[in-house]
């Protein structure tokens, strides 16, 4: 284990070690740089290698891995479809894809030599920008522009239309509210893995009569995992459910 900082120990990761070997290098400094970005290949390759290797000999009678996969594509599909109904099908892909990189990420960490890139602010803010500008474009297409700000300010009908006062509050509101999410999006994610990282690293440094608190903490850490990347999801279809159109029966 090394202490990047004095207050923030970390766990040693290989990117980390190969910098540290080249010191000095322009090598080591573009290391340092990208080291998240490196990570974050990593869980992209393999997610890639699995989806592959699932699909390429696919039968009406599956094998493990193909039925593995399925299920798990079956089970977002319903995970998106109970909270947006028939029509959320079309945001499975979506929605389901960064379900599987933020867990994949997640839980990287516990691998010896590797590191979680969710710990890290900039992958966090980019991931959450991706579901701002997909949200904001698909309550625009849903929605039409003036419909979408007829939706940020309320829907304002009968006398409330003449207040004009209600419905510009309630405008600025909502867009304080669209652009408040991508932030909690990203440092909840961020803020929680990260905590999780200095959790595993300060058990670490107990030694050999720390081990059975450092499993009982990486239990902890896999049940954290598995809940940001739900919660990220969770939330990801929650913010299309609301800018959906909702028709009235």
Not at 19 to 31: D, I, N, Q, V, Y
Not at 123 to 143: D, G, H, M, P, S
Not at 201 to 228: H, K
């Amino acid at each position: 284990m090394t202490e990047t900082h004095a207050a923030q120990p970390e766990l040693q990761n290989f990117v980390g070690l190969l910098a540290e070997k080249l010191e000095g290098t322009p090598f080591a400094h573009f290391l340092l740089i990208w080291e998240n970005v490196i990570f974050s290949l990593i869980i992209v390759a393999v997610i890639s290698l699995l989806a592959y290797f699932a699909s390429r000999k696919s039968s009406m009678i599956p094998g493990r891995l193909q039925l593995f996969m399925e299920m798990i594509v079956g089970g977002l599909d319903d995970f998106v479809c109970g909270i947006l109904g028939p029509d959320g099908k079309r945001f499975t892909p979506f929605i389901g894809t960064l379900f599987i990189y933020i867990l994949f990420m997640n839980l990287l960490g516990l691998i010896p030599f590797f590191k979680s890139s969710t710990a890290n602010l900039s992958t966090t803010v980019a991931l959450a920008l991706c579901v701002f500008l997909y949200v904001q474009y698909t309550a625009i297409k849903e929605n039409g522009l003036l419909g979408y700000i007829d939706h940020l300010m309320g829907n304002p009908r009968g006398i409330i239309a003449f207040t004009v006062f209600i419905p510009v509050l309630l405008f600025f509101i909502h867009i304080i509210s669209e652009l408040v999410k991508p932030v909690s999006l990203a440092l909840r994610l961020r803020s929680n893995i990260w905590a999780e990282d200095m959790l595993l690293a300060v058990s670490a440094q107990f030694g050999i009569g720390g081990v059975p608190l450092f499993l009982f903490n990486m239990l902890l850490v896999i049940l954290s995992g598995i809940m940001q990347a739900v919660v990220f999801s969770l939330l990801t279809t929650v913010y299309f459910a609301l800018v959906m159109p909702h028709h009235e029966e």
